[in-house]
């Protein structure tokens, strides 16, 4: 999928504000994540919007596409068209989601962006904190991220404490890019991350 254009700044003017629409699959984890991330972001040329939320890939990346189109026509989006527009996505497990792959084409066709985790977007916040290389299912993953008891998670409140999570980013990227080494499958295997791309480009958002 191609990502948006570079901006064009002029010597001594302000850049741009580069825009982020950002639709995520998860009912609390996600977006307390994304929201967090958006403050530490809030003094940088980026605005992130986090769309609404559903529970099922295919129709998270419709509403996705949906908005990307009303974007330039919406007093809510300052009548202004996004630079990028993602979906984060899980795989889950062991089950994967019925319409995943139409979901993924549907978003390619649409030049919606997507990052996706298998099992689940609870992985993606473990790696923080240590590595994890072996198979879990969406349930287990969560259990062990509550159990690791190290940004507040509960998997009935489904809460991350953000603070704990920001000098990690690194560790996080690292880990991530070291599963993805391992796969000959892509998302297909489990574990597998690849939030850590959208994450890295919205840091790196700042001026130069």
């Not at 302000?14 to 929201?35: D, M, V």
């Not at 908005?67 to 497990?93: G, L, Q």
Request: glycine content about 6%; proline content about 5%.
């Amino acid at each position: 999928m191609k990502r948006g254009k570079p901006l064009k700044r002029t010597k001594g003017a302000r850049p741009e504000q580069r825009r982020f629409l950002i639709y995520c699959e998860g009912e609390r984890t996600e977006n307390q994540y994304f929201k967090g991330l958006s403050a530490d972001l809030r003094t940088l040329p980026v605005a992130i919007r986090l769309g609404g939320e559903h529970g099922e890939p295919h129709s998270l990346v419709r509403a996705a596409i949906e908005h990307k189109k009303r974007a330039p026509r919406s007093p809510e989006d300052r009548c202004t068209a996004y630079d990028e527009v993602w979906c984060v996505i899980d795989v889950e497990a062991p089950t994967p989601h019925d319409r995943l792959d139409s979901a993924l084409e549907l978003a390619r066709q649409h030049g919606i962006e997507v990052a996706l985790t298998n099992p689940c977007f609870e992985l993606w916040i473990m790696l923080h904190f240590q590595d994890v290389t072996g198979y879990r299912t969406s349930d287990q993953a969560q259990k062990e991220l509550e159990r690791l008891g190290a940004c507040g998670y509960s998997t009935t409140r489904k809460h991350v404490a953000y603070d704990t999570l920001r000098d990690g980013f690194e560790q996080a990227r690292n880990r991530a890019e070291a599963l993805r080494l391992r796969s000959s499958k892509g998302h297909r295997r489990n574990p597998w991350t690849d939030v850590d791309k959208l994450v890295a480009l919205l840091r790196a958002a700042r001026p130069a």
